[in-house]
């Protein structure tokens, strides 16, 4: 035995697993998955990691190849044959293949049926007849819709804003169903606004912290989708890492269920954007756009469900993790 622990940011979880665990990381070459694969390999445990490709980037996972313990499979989630080949031998799935953004999801509603839905519920049967001791998957904020409370709390859900957000709350609800009639043990990770290195800054789909950047390192002016006003929860990489290794050995109470994967902050989206101008050295006005449809104005997560039950307990503030991302972009954009 030894002990699941990152040495990403220095900290120790204090999680056991078997030596000889393997696990498989959908979406393996994506922003989360890639960060996921190169913490597990850290620790010295096996990784399988399955990815189409279609989001995700090969040089994402460029620096895997040659590693004894690492296993790349080109594979789409659609496919249940290919969903049931990844799963072969594997103790836990860390199942973050999915396409996300809210206004493509509402350009592609069929798409993102048949992929975020289908090819989910495909990877949790392919866990289920393969024995697969945990399914962690990633879910979304935006399952909390127009519900205008704050902070969110599970189980205190509003009326669903867009395609995507329904593909998210749908696999939820599979889960449950899963957990319950196979007894295959599943965690929902509602993620708010990750962020952080190798996330993609390109594209009109990209999010918002390393378009900004990149932009303004370019000396483009960037524009803010709306009146700037609207917060977030951004949540630095790190925490997410941590959420996805202790779900995988939560106690038996904890499966079925769903956790808010956030820091508990909020921080309005005007003083990101002049605090991302301060910190490059540069004097660039935004434009300000038209509001984004299925966007929600304002997030922020209560976490003290996944404190309780998963042992969840954040230490990288958006303070630090910003200054982290920041130069992690200087140095590889």
């Known amino acids: 035995m030894r002990k699941l622990a990152t040495a990403i940011g220095g900290y120790n979880y204090g999680l056991q697993a078997s030596y000889f665990s393997l696990f498989l990381v959908t979406g393996g070459a994506g922003f ?23 989001t995700g980037k090969q040089a994402n996972v460029d620096m895997f190849w040659g590693c004894p313990k690492y296993e790349f499979i080109k594979g789409d989630i659609k496919n249940l044959d290919t969903c049931m080949k990844a799963c072969e031998g594997v103790d836990y799935v860390l199942n973050q293949a999915a396409w996300g953004s809210v206004p493509r999801s509402i350009e592609m509603p069929l798409f993102y049926c048949v992929n975020n839905i289908q090819g989910t519920l495909n990877m949790m049967e392919a866990a289920r007849q393969n024995g697969v001791k945990k399914f962690v998957y990633a879910s979304s904020s935006s399952v909390y819709g127009d519900e205008p409370n704050l902070p969110k709390i599970e189980g205190r859900e509003g009326n669903l804003l867009s395609p995507y957000a329904l593909t998210k709350r749908c696999d939820e609800e599979w889960a449950k169903q899963y957990n319950r009639h196979y007894g295959l ?58 959420a996805n290794l202790k779900a995988c050995l939560a106690p038996a109470e904890a499966d079925g269920q769903v956790y808010n994967i956030a820091y508990g902050g909020r921080e309005y989206l005007n003083d990101i954007y002049f605090g991302l101008t301060k910190a490059l050295g540069v004097d660039i006005q935004p434009i300000y756009g038209s509001d984004r449809k299925g966007d929600i104005k304002h997030s922020n997560a209560d976490i003290s469900k996944a404190r309780r039950l998963l042992g969840y307990d954040p230490k990288w503030s958006f303070q630090r993790g910003i200054v982290a991302a920041i130069e992690w972009y200087k140095e590889n954009l």
Do not use: H, W
Request: proline letters at 5%.
């Open 32 to 54: 989360i998955g890639s960060n996921l694969c190169e913490a597990i390999l850290g620790m010295g445990y096996r990784v399988r990691c399955l990815d189409d490709l279609s």
């Open 185 to 242: 043990p599943t965690i929902g990770m509602r993620y708010f606004n990750v962020f952080g290195r190798r996330q993609d800054p390109n594209g009109a789909y990209a999010a918002v912290i390393p378009k900004f950047i990149k932009q303004l390192l370019n000396g483009e002016r960037p524009t803010i989708n709306g009146d700037g006003q609207q917060s977030r929860d951004f949540t630095y990489i790190e925490n997410v890492i941590e």
